[in-house]
């Protein structure tokens, strides 16, 4: 039995180590700095340098901001005032059930100014698995995640005091201090959108001797030498350790019980006997995503951008859910704060992430978005309207209902977790209802929008693109009526998502305000911002028709006008009207250093304009524009987004695109084709098939394709169905400096859309 074993373990820790030797190291392209020099009025990225493992119920990052700073790490900054479990997804949310560690050396300060301590970036390593920096005292710090929590450690240097403080941020904590179990247990509860008694509990255990302890709060800084217990606002504690230790911390957190917060650390943590073993388990977790997708045949800085955004688009949404003593997940629920068996996940922007994110993880991890889909429907039911922008729970922040276009997308992939008749259900008494939480919360204005066709301007602020998002969501509740056979709905969805041609002005050639008596907003200047538009203009919101593109043709006068007006919308002037907002906001000047005319990458509604052409007869314009975006407006550097990166869409757009493929039209089983940006992608799907995107010739200046083929034979379409890419096998480009003009052109070759050209 013994000889058995010995050989069984010989066999599988050999098929493990050839495993590990196929993969190459693609973490060490990553650079989770990318993105982090912004600020409230320019945006490169919104980002901060998260530690945390794939989709991870809690993430970490060193903070350079002030508790309650939605920018909670600045490249600008020079000092650190804390290393933070975070679960922020955008700085203009916040941050919710924070708390951080900060070390010190000499005397012991508490203000989160005077903790602060000073670093060079050349002193700072950011990667997914690791996050490592050394003060300019002598303090090393370094991070390494696990799912549910983390792994510290911190290196003092000789002949001073050393401290490590654990601050309870801003709202109500617990702490309690148990020195002959080297521990600290407790919780935090703070969030603008959290339940009133959620709380996270948290256990840090650390590998050295308390020399002294105590308790204080961060709004006088008032300090309670060895106080083992506090609670109440802003409560904190602090340990002592002997001059020159290195410590090494290990934490980990639950929303439901501390029990549950003691199972996850034992599960996650406690066979981690050093840091280093933390270190490379988060390592191989990543690696082995990463090698996933492999890219081949571009430049270091192209391999560096592309693995950099690939970590960030599988980040969010986070998970939400524990497992409890059996193994099976259930989670403390941030709709109706109880406690559900089944999974949840939180933390994402539907707006932004529709687009592109879903659609990448639909074909990277189906079923994990299977999960996600009956998640949905779960959250739906425990708060009584989908989220749009969950934080963790409810907030009804952003426009349209876009639930729907993640579960139709999921549909027509043939992900099929859920009751399409309950999804559709759901999504009718969202579309007929307007709930308490913001205007994505139900519907503003649904009354006016299924009886006149149209969201009036006027007591409803940005209501043509509100009218915009709900048309394309209307389709994508018809696609899954009618993929299910549900007659009833498919009529009533059938109507309304031809609603976005009641906002069509044919006298202006624009998509416009409409007042309530059927007249049109005056004045007109299609480069003004805000008012019927959502953080866009008149040029950027008139080509949010992403499920009838052959409608929104017709509407501008054929497809030569169609072209003409989308060859200006990139060459114009690029004017701008301040509009409602009245001064210039970040997206404004964002669109003007991108200098694309009014293209505005960095805000999502015309993240698929540049894939339009294919539409329109002029394909080798998608593949000029897209690889146009890639090379100017993408980078790994602090400055590496065009705007925010918000839940991994900007990110998936890059990698979507990269490999030369995007989802003009979630909800559709179609990715359209751009430019390719490296000669070889090979994607590894999960039923353990292979897809290989090959683009001969490929480089800077031959950004064109010449041919297609599919699995050796000639492929003269404009785009490729996900069954094709999940059956395996491999598409083939040539590229070229020149357009082919005959290439793609006819109308077969052109991707779905509701109507025919006229």
């Known amino acids: 039995m013994k000889r058995r074993l010995c050989i069984y373990l010989t066999v599988i820790f050999a098929m493990l180590s050839q495993a590990r030797a196929q993969q190459v190291d693609l973490v060490k392209y990553v650079n989770t700095l990318q993105g982090t020099d912004s600020e409230w009025s320019l945006s490169f990225g919104n980002t901060y340098p998260t530690v945390g493992l794939p989709f991870a119920v809690h993430f970490f990052s060193a903070q350079t901001g002030k508790n309650g700073d939605g920018w909670k790490y600045q490249y600008k900054a020079n000092r650190i005032r804390g290393f933070q479990q975070v679960h922020q997804c955008s700085p203009w949310m916040g941050d919710y059930m924070v708390f951080s560690l900060m070390p010190g050396i000499g005397k012991l300060e508490v203000n989160e100014e005077r903790r602060g301590l000073s670093f060079k970036h050349e002193n700072e390593i950011a990667k997914p698995h690791y996050y490592a920096v050394n003060f300019d005292n002598g303090i090393k710090a370094e991070l390494s995640p696990v799912e549910r929590g983390a792994h510290m450690r911190f290196s003092f240097p000789k002949k001073e005091k050393a401290f490590l403080l654990l601050d309870g941020f801003l709202g109500d904590s617990e702490i309690k201090i148990i020195p002959e179990e080297r521990k600290i247990v407790g919780y935090v509860h703070n969030g603008r959108f959290v339940p009133e008694h959620m709380k996270n509990y948290f256990v840090l255990t650390f590998d050295q001797d308390f020399k002294a302890y105590g308790t204080w709060e961060n709004v006088k800084g008032t300090i309670q030498a ?17 001059p020159g230790v290195k410590v090494e911390v290990k934490m980990a957190s639950s929303y439901i019980s501390p029990q549950q917060a003691n199972l ?8 981690h006997n050093t840091f280093e073993v933390s270190k490379r388990k988060a390592f191989d977790t990543w690696n082995a995503l990463l090698n996933r997708v492999r890219v081949e045949g571009g430049t270091e800085a192209e391999m560096a951008t592309f693995y950099s955004c690939m970590f960030r688009a599988n980040l969010f949404s986070r998970k939400f859910y ?13 709709y109706d704060g109880k406690i559900h068996k089944g999974y949840m996940f939180t933390d994402n922007g539907f707006w932004d992430t529709f687009r592109g994110q879903f659609p990448l993880s639909n074909l990277l991890h189906p079923v994990m978005q299977g999960r996600y889909m009956q998640s949905l429907l779960d959250a739906q039911k425990q708060a009584g309207f989908f989220p749009t922008w969950s934080n963790p729970g409810m907030s009804g922040v952003m426009i349209g209902n876009h ?10 992939k043939g992900i099929r977790s859920f009751d399409a008749d309950s999804a559709l259900a759901a999504y009718y008494h969202e579309a007929t209802n307007k709930g308490l939480w913001g205007g994505s919360n139900g519907r503003e204005g649904w009354k006016a929008y299924f009886t006149k066709g149209y969201v009036p301007y006027g007591d409803i602020h940005e209501s043509t693109a509100k009218t915009l998002e709900y048309a394309y969501d209307d389709f994508c509740a018809y696609q899954l009526a009618k993929a299910t056979g549900n007659k009833f709905y498919e009529n009533i969805f059938a109507r309304q998502m031809y609603n976005y041609k009641n906002v069509f002005d044919p006298q202006v050639n624009f998509m416009r305000g409409r007042l309530d008596n059927g007249q049109w907003r005056e004045p007109f200047d299609p480069v003004e911002w805000g008012g019927p538009f959502t953080e866009a203009n008149a040029w950027q919101y008139t080509w949010s028709v992403m499920h009838d593109v052959n409608g929104l043709i017709n509407l501008i006068g054929g497809v030569d006008k169609f072209n ?24 404004m000047r964002e669109m003007l250093l991108s200098k694309m005319g009014q293209y505005a990458h960095g805000n999502q509604p015309t993240q698929h304009v540049p894939y339009l052409y294919n539409f329109s007869g002029q394909p080798w314009k998608a593949q000029k524009y897209a690889r146009m975006v890639t090379s100017r407006l993408y980078n790994a ?3 590496g987004y065009p705007g925010d990166e918000d839940q991994g869409q900007m990110s998936s757009w890059y990698v979507l695109s990269a490999m030369g493929i995007y989802s003009v039209c979630p909800g559709t089983d179609e990715y359209v084709f751009g430019s390719p940006v490296f000669k070889k992608v090979t994607i590894s799907l999960d039923n353990g098939k292979t897809f290989t995107i090959k683009a001969d010739n490929n480089s800077p200046q031959h950004v064109y394709i010449q041919s297609a083929a599919l699995n050796g034979a000639a492929y003269d379409k404009n785009f490729i169905r996900y069954e094709d890419l999940l059956k395996g096998g491999e598409l083939h480009f040539v590229m070229g400096d020149k357009p082919n003009y005959e290439r793609g052109v006819s109308t077969d070759a052109r991707p779905f859309s509701l109507s025919s050209i006229d």
């Open 637 to 639: 550097t602090e400055k």
């Open 564 to 587: 003409a007006k989308l060859d200006t919308f990139f060459t114009m002037e690029q004017r701008v009207n301040y509009g409602s907002y009245k001064q210039e906001i970040h997206e």
């Open 322 to 334: 524990e497992m409890d003593p059996e193994g099976n997940p259930y989670y403390f629920s941030p």
């Open 264 to 271: 996850n650390f034992k599960r996650e943590l406690e066979g």
């Open 403 to 412: 639930a729907i276009s993640l579960l139709a997308d999921a549909w027509v």
């Open 226 to 242: 060895g106080q083992r217990y506090d609670a109440g606002k802003g409560k904190g504690g602090y340990l002592e350790f002997r």
